[in-house]
């Protein structure tokens, strides 16, 4: 029997046809009729296959679909189309997937088994069709089945490509289609199915993206809330949030990762591009570009340079919470390629913003150049904190430090943070200056940079206030910070008694008083404000006191010395009697 695809059945048993007579070939009495052919069923046609006078080897003869055949003798036997008698023995299974020339072959399905066969063949039938052509789905035209070794269920090579509707029996050994170098019935290209499918690109929706496990697949990615937290240098980063839509696709959650995780592209800082990472990729040539790319359909990361840049992404890093509250944590099987390379350094410091509140920044140094002049180190920030209008970018600057030979700076290139305050009360951007002039380039076996000092200060409230000599009053808060709060501000009057009394120790300008003349105490002939005294008195208490004290230290030291002289007097008196 043949199928509509070509592929034919194991042969019946041999017809044995009594010796003819010689004579004219075509006569009746010479030609041998095969009537009641067994009924084709779901095959298309018959095969017929005749010996030669005597041989023992069958030969093609002819094709029919007609329920008889009838050999006359004039026509020859195919003599290279020899009867195939090859049988299948194992144990198999059948994958099919979806195919056309010049697009990506779709992911493969089971159709069949596992089934056991012992010297036959396998026919499979009502294979599964290509999807409708639509904008989603590809327009495929042909379908490709993939078969297993018998010994080795779980590489499957192919067999057959067909058209939408045929069927196929299976003949092929195992030897056949596991040859790479050879070809198929069809002369495609012996090959090994590709498990993963049409490799996802950045314009692919998230909710499309499947993880294989081994021949199963399932989606990662549903509707909803996703939280993801890397580590860098070693140390977890804050957790950030990004919104999961139907039409969310993979470039969206790469450069949300890649922002979440602070990685500085080259035109970072386009005065000093930053260059890219110091690994080399076994068969890949060039520098890899820092940041995130997708190769042969894997999310590729690549940090900026520096031990204490290493990304690292685990298995926990993802959580996925659904419109339901159902949680998930998609697993993307991230792993290390290359260790993070490059001699760097980070300090941890806390910044203020104006309304007070602590703000965290990491930064990092690394070594970028040296010459033989100079070592350049290049520093990179980041802030968990930062907070613009949308996004969740954490890097916050980057600049260059250069020291020369003995280790004294020589020059930086930038040396401004700006963390966005975008959703706060705050002022933003928070703004802020590093001062590296007490850094120093030393030789030592490990790097370290630390904050000494800064000049914010955290939230604060008024505890007590004081009143200068020169008017200022100024306020003394909880935090150690002391700040000028107002001035107060005096008049002169060129005729004071003209001044009209308005009750107690009040007074306004009169008819004969003058125009005001104001100032800050002290200036243009105005009083002064005498700091600590009582209010309503006019004078300084504390310094009257001391007045007082000298005064009578005084009087006594006076006393002593008239006592002393009268003594005197009263001695010469007694020495005179």
């Known amino acids: 029997y043949v199928d509509d695809s070509g592929s034919e059945s194991l042969a019946g048993n041999a017809i044995v046809v009594p010796a003819l007579t010689d004579g004219d070939a075509t006569a009746d009495n010479n030609a041998v009729t095969l009537a009641n052919l067994p009924a084709l069923g779901t095959f298309a046609s018959y095969n017929i296959y005749r010996t030669e006078d005597g041989g023992s080897d069958f030969y093609l003869l002819g094709s029919t679909a007609a329920s008889s055949f009838t050999d006359d003798g004039t026509v020859a036997l195919d003599l290279g189309s020899p009867l195939n008698e090859?049988?299948?023995?194992?144990?198999?299974?059948?994958?099919?997937?979806?195919?056309?020339?010049?697009?990506?072959?779709?992911?493969?399905?089971?159709?069949?088994?596992?089934?056991?066969?012992?010297?036959?063949?396998?026919?499979?039938?009502?294979?599964?069709?290509?999807?409708?052509?639509?904008?989603?789905?590809?327009?495929?035209?042909?379908?490709?089945?993939?078969?297993?070794?018998?010994?080795?269920?779980?590489?499957?090579?192919?067999?057959?490509?067909?058209?939408?509707?045929?069927?196929?029996?299976?003949?092929?050994?195992?030897?056949?289609?596991?040859?790479?170098?050879?070809?198929?019935?069809?002369?495609?290209?012996?090959?090994?199915?590709?498990?993963?499918?049409?490799?996802?690109?950045?314009?692919?929706?998230?909710?499309?993206?499947?993880?294989?496990?081994?021949?199963?697949?399932?989606?990662?990615?549903?509707?909803?809330t996703l939280t993801f937290r890397g580590s860098k240098g070693g140390r977890r980063l804050d957790a950030k949030t990004f919104e999961v839509t139907s039409t969310t696709t993979l470039q969206e959650l790469t450069n949300f990762m890649e922002k979440s995780m602070g990685v500085q592209l080259s035109l970072a800082d386009p005065g000093n591009p930053i260059p890219g990472s110091e690994n080399l990729i076994a068969g890949e040539t060039g520098a890899l570009s820092q940041g995130i790319t997708l190769k042969d359909g894997k999310i590729r990361v690549v940090s900026n340079n520096g031990v204490d840049n290493a990304i690292d992404i685990t298995l926990s890093s993802f959580q996925l919470v659904d419109s339901l509250g159902d949680i998930a944590n998609p697993n993307l099987s991230f792993s290390s390629v290359q260790q993070g390379k490059g001699q760097s350094a980070v300090s941890d410091f806390v910044v203020f913003d104006s309304l007070g509140v602590p703000v965290n920044v990491r930064l990092t140094t690394v070594l970028e150049s040296r010459s033989g002049t100079a070592t350049t180190y290049r520093w990179f920030a980041d802030s968990s904190d930062n907070d613009p209008l949308t996004g969740s970018e954490i890097a916050v600057g980057t600049g260059l430090v250069s020291f020369d030979g003995e280790g004294n700076l020589i020059s930086t290139s930038n040396t401004t943070i700006s963390i966005e305050r975008r959703n706060s009360p705050a002022q933003s951007p928070l703004e802020f200056e590093l001062d590296f002039s007490q850094v120093s380039g030393l030789a030592a076996n490990s790097s370290s940079i630390a904050a000494s000092r800064q000049d914010g200060s955290s939230t604060g409230t008024l505890t007590s206030f004081i009143i200068g000599e020169d008017g200022v009053i100024r306020g003394v808060f909880s935090n150690g910070v002391s700040r000028d709060l107002g001035q107060i501000v005096l008049a002169r009057f060129g005729n004071t008694s003209g001044l009209e009394q308005r009750g107690e120790n009040l007074f306004a300008t009169g008819v004969n008083s003058g125009l005001p003349i104001y100032g800050d105490p002290g200036e243009q002939g105005i009083g002064k404000i005498i700091a600590g005294a009582v209010e309503l008195s006019n004078t300084d208490i504390g310094r009257n006191l001391l007045d007082l004290v000298l005064a009578t230290t005084q009087y006594r030291g006076n006393s002593r010395v008239i006592t002393a002289a009268q003594q005197l007097l009263e001695e010469l008196l007694n020495i005179r009697r």
């Open 86 to 224: 090859t049988t299948l023995n194992g144990n198999y299974s059948y994958l099919v997937t979806f195919h056309k020339d010049g697009a990506e072959e779709s992911r493969p399905s089971l159709t069949l088994g596992p089934t056991n066969i012992v010297d036959g063949r396998i026919r499979l039938e009502d294979l599964p069709l290509p999807p409708p052509t639509s904008p989603d789905y590809t327009d495929y035209d042909e379908i490709r089945v993939y078969r297993n070794l018998a010994s080795d269920s779980s590489s499957f090579y192919l067999v057959k490509t067909l058209a939408p509707g045929e069927t196929f029996t299976d003949n092929r050994t195992d030897a056949q289609i596991s040859d790479l170098s050879g070809t198929t019935v069809d002369g495609d290209p012996n090959q090994i199915v590709d498990f993963d499918g049409p490799k996802g690109d950045f314009s692919t929706l998230l909710v499309d993206v499947l993880r294989r496990d081994g021949s199963t697949y399932e989606h990662l990615f549903t509707e909803g």
